[in-house]
Protein backbone atom coordinates (compact mmCIF):
# COMPACT_ATOMS: atom_id res chain seq x y z
CA UNK A 1 0.00 0.00 0.00
CA UNK A 2 0.92 3.54 -0.69
CA UNK A 3 0.04 6.63 1.06
CA UNK A 4 0.48 10.27 0.10
CA UNK A 5 -0.19 13.18 1.54
CA UNK A 6 -0.56 16.62 -0.36
CA UNK A 7 0.85 20.01 0.84
CA UNK A 8 1.08 23.38 -0.04
CA UNK A 9 -2.34 24.83 -1.84
CA UNK A 10 -3.54 28.13 -1.26
CA UNK A 11 -4.91 31.33 -3.02
CA UNK A 12 -2.45 33.16 -4.77
CA UNK A 13 -3.25 35.86 -7.54
CA UNK A 14 -2.31 35.90 -11.26
CA UNK A 15 1.31 35.67 -12.24
CA UNK A 16 2.07 34.25 -8.71
CA UNK A 17 3.40 31.63 -8.13
CA UNK A 18 2.99 28.00 -5.42
CA UNK A 19 4.45 25.16 -4.57
CA UNK A 20 3.09 21.72 -3.84
CA UNK A 21 4.59 18.62 -2.18
CA UNK A 22 3.52 15.13 -1.89
CA UNK A 23 4.68 13.28 0.60
CA UNK A 24 4.51 9.19 -0.05
CA UNK A 25 4.77 6.32 2.39
CA UNK A 26 4.36 3.07 2.74
CA UNK A 27 5.38 -0.83 2.02
CA UNK A 28 4.95 -0.46 -1.23
CA UNK A 29 7.85 1.28 -3.76
CA UNK A 30 6.71 3.38 -6.57
CA UNK A 31 8.14 4.15 -9.66
CA UNK A 32 6.86 7.05 -10.75
CA UNK A 33 4.50 10.35 -9.52
CA UNK A 34 2.53 12.09 -11.26
CA UNK A 35 0.15 15.27 -10.34
CA UNK A 36 -3.34 15.78 -11.77
CA UNK A 37 -5.56 18.68 -11.33
CA UNK A 38 -9.70 19.29 -11.37
CA UNK A 39 -10.94 22.23 -12.26
CA UNK A 40 -15.08 23.44 -11.21
CA UNK A 41 -17.02 21.46 -13.82
CA UNK A 42 -14.31 19.62 -15.94
CA UNK A 43 -12.37 16.59 -15.85
CA UNK A 44 -9.45 15.31 -13.86
CA UNK A 45 -6.52 15.79 -16.49
CA UNK A 46 -2.95 14.86 -16.32
CA UNK A 47 -0.22 18.05 -15.44
CA UNK A 48 3.08 16.21 -14.85
CA UNK A 49 4.79 12.85 -13.79
CA UNK A 50 8.47 11.94 -12.92
CA UNK A 51 10.02 8.70 -12.32
CA UNK A 52 12.03 8.36 -9.47
CA UNK A 53 14.94 7.05 -11.51
CA UNK A 54 16.25 8.53 -13.66
CA UNK A 55 13.73 11.31 -12.90
CA UNK A 56 12.09 12.04 -16.69
CA UNK A 57 9.68 13.59 -16.72
CA UNK A 58 6.25 14.83 -18.31
CA UNK A 59 4.30 17.75 -19.13
CA UNK A 60 0.90 19.03 -19.97
CA UNK A 61 0.81 20.98 -22.78
CA UNK A 62 -1.22 23.64 -20.62
CA UNK A 63 1.67 24.10 -17.71
CA UNK A 64 4.92 23.59 -20.18
CA UNK A 65 7.41 26.32 -19.12
CA UNK A 66 5.43 27.74 -15.97
CA UNK A 67 5.39 24.53 -13.62
CA UNK A 68 8.03 21.65 -12.93
CA UNK A 69 8.12 18.56 -11.30
CA UNK A 70 10.96 17.12 -9.08
CA UNK A 71 11.49 15.09 -6.56
CA UNK A 72 13.11 14.21 -2.86
CA UNK A 73 14.70 11.26 -2.75
CA UNK A 74 16.03 11.10 0.80
CA UNK A 75 12.24 12.04 1.68
CA UNK A 76 10.00 10.43 -0.47
CA UNK A 77 8.67 13.52 -1.77
CA UNK A 78 7.58 15.08 -5.30
CA UNK A 79 7.27 18.70 -5.61
CA UNK A 80 5.22 20.66 -8.13
CA UNK A 81 6.89 24.31 -8.72
CA UNK A 82 4.55 26.32 -10.32
CA UNK A 83 4.93 29.89 -11.84
CA UNK A 84 2.95 32.16 -13.79
CA UNK A 85 -0.36 31.09 -12.27
CA UNK A 86 -3.52 32.18 -14.17
CA UNK A 87 -7.15 31.74 -13.06
CA UNK A 88 -7.61 29.15 -15.16
CA UNK A 89 -5.03 26.95 -12.89
CA UNK A 90 -7.48 26.64 -10.63
CA UNK A 91 -8.37 23.34 -9.42
CA UNK A 92 -7.92 20.46 -6.90
CA UNK A 93 -4.41 19.14 -7.42
CA UNK A 94 -3.70 15.21 -7.04
CA UNK A 95 -0.94 13.86 -5.75
CA UNK A 96 -0.55 10.34 -7.52
CA UNK A 97 2.05 7.03 -7.80
CA UNK A 98 2.63 4.60 -9.94
CA UNK A 99 3.48 0.83 -8.83
CA UNK A 100 4.26 -0.66 -12.46
CA UNK A 101 6.71 0.87 -13.99
CA UNK A 102 4.73 2.10 -17.46
CA UNK A 103 5.11 4.49 -20.52
CA UNK A 104 1.68 5.74 -19.84
CA UNK A 105 1.49 8.74 -17.71
CA UNK A 106 -1.51 10.41 -19.11
CA UNK A 107 -4.12 8.55 -17.87
CA UNK A 108 -5.65 8.20 -14.29
CA UNK A 109 -6.23 4.88 -14.64
CA UNK A 110 -2.69 4.31 -15.20
CA UNK A 111 -1.68 5.09 -11.62
CA UNK A 112 -2.61 3.15 -8.32
CA UNK A 113 -2.53 5.14 -5.30
CA UNK A 114 -3.67 9.02 -4.97
CA UNK A 115 -3.90 11.68 -2.70
CA UNK A 116 -6.50 13.51 -1.18
CA UNK A 117 -6.18 16.78 -2.84
CA UNK A 118 -5.41 20.24 -2.10
CA UNK A 119 -7.03 23.21 -3.60
CA UNK A 120 -5.49 25.91 -5.84
CA UNK A 121 -7.10 29.01 -6.15
CA UNK A 122 -5.49 31.55 -8.84
CA UNK A 123 -7.23 35.08 -8.34
CA UNK A 124 -7.44 37.17 -11.52
Known amino acids: QVQLIESGGGLVQAGGSLRLSCAASGRTSTSAMGWFRQGPGKEREFVAR????????NYADSVKGRFTISTDNAKNTVNLQMNSLNPEDTAVYYC??????????????????WGQGTQVTVSS
Open 50 to 57: IRWSPGYT
Open 96 to 113: AAQITPTRTYGSASSYDA
